[in-house]
C-alpha cells in the first residue's frame, strides 16, 4: 500500500539526491513480441522476443530545485539574476518617496512609473526619492505603480541548449507486510545501475492547484552487461 523513498545518484559527479516524499514512484517494462509462423495453416512456431525497455517515473510531493538540474544536465549552483518586480506608492509634493519600500533596492537608480491612462515614463530615482513628470495625470494623494529592475541572489540552474543530463543511478525502496500478523516483515529494493532522465518537463501553476513535479528516466544497460536493473528482498531482523 505504501509508495517508495527514491534516492537518485549521479554517476558523473557521485552527488545524491533523496527523495522521501513520493506520490508516485512507478516502472513500466515493455519487449517487442513477433509471432513466428510457417507451415501448412501457418502455425505458430515461435514467439521472438527482444528489445526490452524499462521506465521509470517518479512524482514528487515536494518540489525541489535539484529535479529540474536533473532534467538539463547542469548543477544548483549560486548565482544572481536581474529581475523586474513592482510596486505602489503614493505622490506627495510632486514626489514618490521609496526608501520605506522593503522591495525597492537602496541602491536604484531608474525605474519607470506608470500613469492612470497606463502610459509609461522612465524617470531616475535620487537616493530612493522619484520627481514626477511634469504632465502626468496622477497627482498629489494619487497612488500609482512603479516598476523597477533588481538584482536577486539564490540557487540558480542554467537551461543550456548545449547541454543533456547526465547518466544516474536510480533506487526505489519500499516494504512489504505479513498479512497474518501486520507488521513490515521485509524491505524490497528496485535498483536500477544507469538510466537518463527525460529533458521533457511541464511546470504548470494554476490557483488553487498543487504542483507536483514529475520526472521519467529511461534505463540503459551499462556497457558489457547485460544486467539493467536487480529486485532484492531483504528480510528484517526480528
Request: proline residues 2%; negative net charge.
Amino acid at each position: 500500500q505504501d509508495t517508495a523513498d527514491v534516492t537518485i545518484t549521479d554517476i558523473v559527479t557521485g552527488k545524491v539526491v533523496i527523495n522521501a516524499e513520493a506520490q508516485v514512484a512507478g516502472i513500466e517494462g515493455s519487449i517487442t513480441e513477433e509471432d513466428l509462423r510457417g507451415g501448412i495453416g501457418n502455425k505458430k512456431l515461435f514467439r521472438i522476443r527482444t528489445d526490452k525497455t524499462i521506465d521509470l517515473n517518479m512524482t514528487s510531493a515536494l518540489a525541489d530545485i535539484e529535479y529540474w538540474a536533473m532534467t538539463q544536465g547542469v548543477e544548483v549552483k549560486d548565482g544572481q539574476a536581474t529581475v523586474t518586480e513592482h510596486t505602489k506608492a503614493k505622490i506627495s509634493g510632486g514626489e514618490i518617496d521609496l526608501t520605506s519600500d522593503s522591495k525597492v533596492p537602496a541602491s536604484l537608480t531608474e525605474a519607470i512609473l506608470v500613469d492612470k491612462d497606463g502610459s509609461q515614463e522612465k524617470v531616475a530615482v535620487t537616493t530612493g526619492v522619484v520627481t514626477v513628470p511634469t504632465g502626468f495625470e496622477a497627482q498629489d494623494g494619487d497612488e500609482i505603480q512603479v516598476i523597477f529592475q533588481k538584482e536577486v541572489t539564490g540557487k540558480t540552474i542554467s537551461i543550456d541548449a548545449t547541454k543533456f543530463s547526465n547518466k544516474f543511478k536510480v533506487e526505489y525502496k519500499t516494504i512489504a507486510y505479513d498479512v497474518e500478523t501486520a507488521t513490515v516483515v521485509s524491505d524490497i529494493y528496485f535498483i536500477f545501475h544507469e538510466a537518463i532522465p527525460s529533458g521533457t518537463f511541464s511546470i504548470s501553476l494554476e490557483n488553487g492547484t498543487v504542483y507536483t513535479p514529475e520526472i521519467t528516466f529511461s534505463v540503459v544497460n551499462e556497457l558489457g552487461n547485460d544486467e539493467m536493473g536487480q529486485i532484492i528482498e531483504v528480510p528484517r531482523e526480528n
